[in-house]
Each structure stands twice: as C-alpha cells, then as structure tokens.
C-alpha cells in the first residue's frame, strides 16, 4: 500500500489594516523587553535539553533548504540575514534556494474586495476602534478600491493575465529580478546574496524600479542581462513560483522547508512561549529557531554526507532576536 504524504498549509490570516497598525504599536513596546530576555539567554542549542518534538527530514545528497519570501516583506529580509552566514559557512554543500511569493489575479473584482474591506461592515469597524467614524471608514475604504481596482499596479501578462505582490508593483517587479540573479549567476551565489543584501539596505518598494540597478552593479552583476531575463522570462518565472507555492500551500514570507519539510514544525511552537525541538543530537529552544546557528543545524541533518563545516557553531547576530512574524 503506497502511503500518501500530507503537506500542512503554512497560510497567514489577513487581518484588517487598521488592526495591523494597532497590533503594530503594542508589539513595539512588547519587542523592547524580548530584546532583553534575548541578550541574557544566548545559549546555542543544546544536547542539555530534551524534547519530544524531533525535527527529522529525509536525509538527500545534498540537503536543500527552500526559503520563500517577499523582496520588501521585512520578515523574509530578515530571514535574508539569518541565512546569510549559513551559506558563508556552508557554501555549495547544501543547497539553499529562495523562492518568492505572488498572487495571480483572476478577477480584479473579486480580489480587491476581499483586500480592500466592506463599506458594509463599517459600524463593526467603528465599534472595533479600527476607524474613529463611519464616515472615515468609507473613504478609506473606497480609496483604497480604486487603488487596488488600477491596472498599473499589477504585472500583466499578453495573455491578459495580472500578477501582484503584497507590498505593490515594485515589489513583484524585484522578485523577478532577483529570480533573474540567481538564474544568471549559475554556481557562483554569493553574487545572488550580495545583490539581495544591497537592495534590501538600499531600496524600498516604492523606489526599486529605480533604485535596483545600481546596487546590482555595485556586485559586479550584468544589468543589460537582467533586464533582457526580466523581458523575456519574467512571466514564466512567476508561473513556476506560483506552481511551486502552491504545491506546499505557501502563502506567508518568510516560509522555511528543508528537503520539503517545514521548519520549524508547527508542533514546535507553544503558547506559553517555551517550546523546544530536537534537531539531531541538539536541541533547540524556541527564542531561537529563527537564528543562523540552529538554521545550519536543520540543514546539516538533512544531509547524508558528513559536512565538516556543520560542527561550527555560527555565533548569535548581535541586538535582539529575530521576531516571529510575517507578511
């Protein structure tokens, strides 16, 4: 008998705007003294500890570490920076591949209403503090319609087919490009990480049409290269993202698979904060799951071969832990 294998969707709720703004401000103050904890327990993970949640990928050749994201959704930049050191330390011994999240537009109707909030449903939004009057509610409300209703924020196809990203055009436009630098490049990543890193420090969503050219010359890229991929291949590029998105019902930046399973486990996580995982021989609190050394750890278990380079710990980046979020 063959078993099938499930795969867990690693979906996110949208939540009305003016709740992210609020939710916004009190994590604000929350993530100052997170920060605190964070500097007094920067402790790898450890054989000390044990824990019935044990993360353990089929073992491939060369283990594969899948990072999906959006280029200007701050978690999965983040997320960039966690793995940076990872492949300075690893290199070509494992594979980590990033992949990038969009969303296709069947009916612009239809996907600007669910995004955009009900005119309807002002009086509960009023109630819920989201707007201060009703009639504030309905000007935004309609604004942000006719915003989403325009065409020019969407990469459209010939077919007639439109293509979005979370944080706007420029946005979905970059995570071409950046599909275009990795596909350009072949072997030789680093360049990859290191136009990644400039234009995340250097550009916004809404300059990167503007701003990415030079960053990407500032790493030695072929500019002329990445605008002929970005012509001609752009479209295909985003297919296959989508393809692939929705093979493991990704929708949320950052999402993490290793050899196609997720990491960290949705078991992992508890609600009092204290969950742990055992990864290999260690084990891994859960402050720390979004962090280079414990990243590298997943990713070497995953590998059949035995990986020298895996038993260096890569110290804590300095400041606060990493938050646990995203877009």
């Known amino acids: 008998i063959k078993k099938t294998k499930t795969i867990k969707s690693y979906s996110y709720i949208k939540v009305p705007l003016p709740a992210i703004i609020f939710t916004a401000i009190l994590l604000t103050g929350l993530s100052f003294y997170?920060?605190?904890?964070?500097?007094?327990?920067?402790?790898?993970?450890?054989?000390?500890?044990?824990s019935k949640i044990i993360f353990a990928p089929q073992k491939q050749d060369k283990s594969e570490l899948k990072f999906f994201v959006m280029s200007f959704?701050?978690?999965?930049?983040?997320?960039?920076?966690?793995?940076?050191?990872?492949?300075d330390l690893l290199g070509n011994k494992v594979n980590l591949v990033p992949h990038y999240i969009f969303d296709k537009i069947d009916n612009i109707d239809t996907y600007?209403?669910?995004?955009?909030?009900?005119?309807?449903?002002?009086?509960?939004?009023?109630?819920?503090?989201?707007?201060?009057?009703?009639?504030?509610?309905?000007?935004?409300?309609?604004?942000?319609?006719?915003?989403?209703?325009d065409e020019k924020a969407y990469i459209k196809a010939p077919s007639g087919a439109m293509y979005a990203s979370l944080h706007g055009r420029q946005e979905a436009t970059q995570n071409i490009r950046e599909m275009c630098v990795w596909n350009i490049i072949?072997?030789?990543?680093?360049?990859?990480?290191d136009f990644v890193g400039a234009v995340n420090k250097g550009c916004t969503a809404t300059n990167a049409d503007s701003c990415w050219e030079n960053q990407a010359k500032q790493v030695g890229l072929d500019t002329a290269a990445i605008t002929d991929c970005f012509n001609k291949e752009g479209i295909n590029l985003i297919e296959k993202e989508l393809e692939l998105t929705k093979k493991f019902n990704v929708s949320g930046s950052p999402t993490v698979l290793i050899n196609?399973?997720?990491?960290?486990?949705?078991?992992?996580?508890?609600?009092?904060?204290k969950g742990t995982l055992k990864i290999g021989k260690k084990v891994a609190t859960q402050d720390r799951y979004r962090l280079p050394n414990v990243l590298?750890?997943?990713?070497?278990v995953g590998s059949k071969s035995n990986i020298k380079e895996c038993n260096t710990t890569i110290p804590d980046p300095a400041g606060t832990a990493p938050a646990v979020g995203g877009c």
């Open 112 to 149: 600007c209403s669910s995004r955009s909030g009900d005119i309807n449903q002002c009086s509960t939004y009023v109630q819920n503090k989201y707007f201060p009057d009703i009639t504030t509610c309905k000007k935004t409300i309609s604004e942000n319609l006719a915003k989403c209703k």
């Open 186 to 193: 072949g072997d030789n990543k680093k360049q990859w990480w």
């Open 260 to 273: 196609d399973q997720a990491f960290p486990p949705e078991t992992a996580y508890t609600q009092d904060g």
């Open 296 to 300: 590298k750890e997943a990713v070497c």
């Open 73 to 87: 959704c701050s978690y999965g930049n983040q997320m960039e920076d966690i793995l940076r050191p990872v492949f």
């Open 34 to 50: 997170s920060g605190l904890s964070f500097a007094k327990s920067k402790s790898i993970a450890t054989p000390a500890l044990d």
